[in-house]
């Protein structure tokens, strides 16, 4: 294949942080790239460099082409076919599906009236290329979030692309939806398009990457063939150690039940769940989006009542009509999106964390105790062995994995004795993962019963006693995980 | 089939129904009511009110706020009025352009500072909304202007399509009216059809996607309150037509009425939706609603109860559209 991006000698400093350190990439026409690294190791410094959100320091080159250039603006980006998908889409909710594809080409014409019929048929033509099968008419926003991203990257085809950057694009996608959006690349590929893919999930990694491209700590690790890896290396490349995965603590099986419920059922939502969390155990739910398992996860924390069925909470029953009644039975709920749920962006780390429980640091005529607010922080912090530059820098500034720990912290700090996480590693990198992993045993060590959602089947067999499949409302299957659980699943339901 | 049962489903044709239910009931009570004399003076004399919230609706599609369009537009009646005491014999294109025109340069300040400040455009525009009154009272010491010359006189009495009624006086389609049509004709054309529209759903939507997507925030804000402008000036000399009158202090305060009208149309307050359908009908239905309780003498603080009650209820009515239109797209 013949060279199509050359990335020479790249430098980024950020104040105090050298981002990109004497950066060498490359990328061939129409092959698909992977690059992959830890939050912070510099792979968005880089997508920024291209799409010339950032201007790398002097002295680097981008050839693009055989044309040679030092920094890039967003225009040129744009002129020179890149095209990026971010994480956080850049949709208009209120719009249709047809005109949140076609708005690009508003800009082409010098008319200023809109060609409704070009709309149309650019934004059918990108569809089908993508395989977007919906009514053009529908808004945006009534659609779900793995929905949005397909229409965005739909967007990217209407005007000329030549390579399209995802920034981790599967994180929200259900194995069907990722199968979906694969196709589309392998189709792309077929018209030209390269594509340079960020993602932490190495099965997909392994399936769809041409050429790997490893990053740490702003300098390239090198550029592999998928051939030549396996998760064993990639982890070892992306974070220069080795991590084994230990099983969780036997339980006490004499240990008390911390949840029960009986007969759970909320029509359209789920259906007949009775099930039962010990001291000290870790469960694991399983199951497709859609499944109904953060519905009924929400039901225990108060949020989504359930029209039939029992709920007990330490051997004893409980009506929870509220997330506050909840939290007073000490029920903590780590949300699956903690963008829009988990965190305030733009609050320093510090409120971000004493939030559920700034009650505890007051004081006379209710005054706050800032200092022992500060000093707690700081030693949820060290807890948590959360990176963080100040407890007064807005949460915002905090990669991915810090942030997600930030979200567990703060429920931490309410001492539940049940947890409930709802895809907790998402979107975060495998040496924060792995962190979250131990976090979790130590905790369930201490006696707190742990309910863990996740897509992930190898996430739960790795860190679950027990293991439940959801399917449309119901539990369809229970299992303690061995070695041969893994491949049970996968050809039972068809979960990878 | 879909779009057929949209018709009859959309927020809009709440906005129908309740109009018929209102004047049915009103009928019902009043019999005099339901006459098409009575409705085509509502129309004219909401022509003013409506022509603000055509204008208003712009700048709420494009995710902003102006509470200064009734001050804006006093300064233009003010200007206008002066021009045609002080120099009678001044051509009637001119005056007429006046206020559209300090409408367009006060507010296109307006956006301006909203931009560059980075501000909360409620709080840019109230304080750009009592400078501009202020000024008002210290430059005209509160004095009423009248007398205006006789072309200002009768063309406001013009009717487009007239008839006479049992009393054989005439009566019709007011020309202001017809204005008032125009002017929303043309808003909704720019808002469908062209790029300019979409741009304004789109900033209201998600601005920062706009950014993003290339599009010229100043430029669009600017476009978007210079309208609000056009149509404050606009509004501020058909409602001095109508009154024959300028007082510094008649249209001030009666900004939540048209801010009232154009949420009660369906537009959103935070942007990205709202019709010009749905604006004419909130105007409509708020004249009908005064007129209707003016005809049945009910004291005048209790049309304010009717009209927070009335909000309220379409408020809630759009709620419920918006969650199931989210949900089934």
């Known amino acids: 294949m013949a060279n199509y991006i050359t990335m020479k000698n790249i430098c980024k400093n950020y104040i105090g942080v050298q981002a990109l350190k004497n950066v060498d990439f490359s990328l061939d026409r129409g092959e698909i790239h992977c690059l992959v690294g830890g939050n912070g190791s510099g792979k968005s410094t880089l997508i920024k460099v291209l799409s010339g959100v950032n201007q790398p320091e002097p002295g680097g080159e981008i050839i693009i082409d055989g044309k040679t250039f030092s920094s890039l603006s967003v225009q040129e980006s744009i002129k020179q076919g890149i095209r990026v998908i971010y994480q956080d889409l850049a949709l208009f909710p209120n719009l249709s599906i047809k005109e949140n594809i076609a708005f690009q080409i508003y800009g082409e014409t010098n008319s200023p009236i809109v060609d409704w019929d070009a709309v149309e048929s650019r934004a059918k033509a990108a569809m089908e290329i993508i395989g977007l099968d919906m009514d053009p008419d529908r808004l945006v926003g009534s659609l779900s979030i793995a929905e949005q ?66 990053i740490r700590d702003g300098e390239i690790i090198g550029a592999y063939p998928p051939a030549e890896l396996d998760d064993d290396k990639l982890v070892y490349f992306m974070t220069g150690k080795t991590f084994r995965t230990e099983a969780p603590d036997p339980i006490d099986p004499s240990a008390g039940f911390i949840l029960e419920t009986k007969n759970l059922t909320k029509k359209d939502e789920f259906e007949d769940i009775s099930i039962q969390v010990r001291k000290g155990e ?12 953060t519905e009924f ?41 903690r963008l829009s749920q ?43 062995l959360m990176k963080i530059s100040s407890l007064d820098a807005p949460m915002r500034t905090l990669s991915g994995g810090n942030q997600q720990k930030g979200v ?45 959602i996740s897509d992930e089947i190898l996430e739960v067999l790795s860190n679950c006693h027990r293991v439940l499949v959801m399917e449309q409302g119901k539990i369809v299957h229970e299992l303690t995980p061995n070695e041969n659980s893994a491949a049970e699943l996968l050809e039972k339901f068809n979960l990878a | 089939m879909s779009k057929v049962k949209s018709i009859f489903t959309s927020s809009n044709a709440f906005l129908v129904y309740l109009l018929v239910v209102m004047i049915l009931i009103v009928t019902i009570i009043n019999p005099n009511f339901l006459s098409a004399e009575n409705f085509l003076t509502i129309l004219r004399s909401s022509a003013y009110s409506g022509i603000f919230a055509i204008g208003f609706l712009f700048v709420l599609i494009c995710g902003g706020l102006d509470v200064s ?30 206020p559209p025109l300090v409408g367009v340069l006060l507010a296109g300040f307006n956006a301006f500072m909203i931009y560059k400040l980075n501000a909360p455009p ?44 049992s009393n054989g006086v005439l009566y019709g389609l007011s020309v202001l009216t017809v204005i008032w049509f125009a002017v929303a004709a043309i808003a909704d054309f720019i808002l469908k059809k062209t790029v300019y529209g979409r741009r304004l759903y789109a900033m209201g939507g998600n601005i920062e996607a706009a950014r993003r997507g290339g599009i010229d925030i100043l430029k669009y804000q600017m476009f978007a309150y210079g309208f609000l402008g056009f149509c404050s000036g606009l509004a501020g000399l ?92």
């Open chain 2, 122 to 165: 409620l709080i840019i525009t109230i304080a750009i909304q009592n400078i501009v009154f202020g000024v008002l009272q210290f430059v005209t010491q509160g004095r009423w202007l009248s007398n205006f010359p006789k072309w200002f006189n009768e063309f406001p009495l013009k009717l487009v399509v007239s008839t006479e009624n």
């Open chain 1, 282 to 293: 870790i469960l694991g739910i399983t199951g497709l989006l859609g499944s109904g398992r």
């Open chain 2, 69 to 98: 369009f009734a001050a804006v537009a006093t300064v233009g009646q003010y200007i206008a009025g002066k021009v045609m005491i002080n120099a009678p014999g001044t051509p009637w294109i001119f005056v007429v352009l006046i």
């Open chain 1, 408 to 452: 567990l912290a703060k429920w931490l700090a309410t001492n539940p004795r049940l947890l409930i996480l709802d895809e907790p590693t998402v979107g975060i990198d495998v040496y924060a993962k792995n962190s979250i992993y131990e976090l979790i045993k130590n905790l369930a060590r201490t006696g707190m019963g742990i309910i863990l």
């Open chain 1, 297 to 337: 996860a929400l039901s225990i924390f108060g949020m989504n009542p359930p029209d039939s069925g029992e709920i007990w909470i330490d051997g004893k029953k409980e009506k929870i009509t509220s997330n506050v009644r909840a939290q007073k039975l000490k029920i903590a709920y780590v949300p699956e999106d």
């Open chain 1, 149 to 214: 991203q397909l229409v965005e990257i739909t967007r990217s085809l209407v005007g000329e692309l030549k390579l399209l950057i995802l920034d981790e694009p599967t994180a929200s996608l259900t194995r069907k939806e990722v199968n979906a959006l694969f196709a589309a690349i392998r189709r792309l590929q077929a018209r030209g398009v390269t594509t340079m893919f960020v993602s932490h999930k190495m099965n997909e990694i392994f399936e769809i990457a041409e050429k790997v491209t490893v």
């Open chain 2, 238 to 329: 058909v409602h001095t037509m109508v009154t024959q009158t300028v007082a510094p202090n008649t249209l001030i305060g009666n900004e939540f009425y048209t801010i009232a009208a154009v949420v009660l149309g369906g537009a959103n307050i935070f942007g990205g939706s709202g019709s010009v359908f749905g604006t004419v009908m909130g105007v409509i239905i708020m004249a009908v609603l005064t007129n209707a309780l003016t005809i049945m003498r009910v004291p005048a603080y209790w049309h304010q109860v009717f009209t927070g009650g009335i909000l309220i209820a379409s408020m809630a009515v759009t709620a419920a559209h918006a969650r199931r239109a989210y949900k089934k797209g």
């Open chain 1, 342 to 384: 988990g965190v305030i962006l733009d609050q320093p780390i510090l409120e971000n964390l004493t939030i559920t429980v700034f009650e505890r640091f007051l004081e006379k005529f209710g005054l706050m105790n800032l200092k022992k607010r500060r000093s707690e922080s700081e030693k949820m912090v060290q807890d948590l």
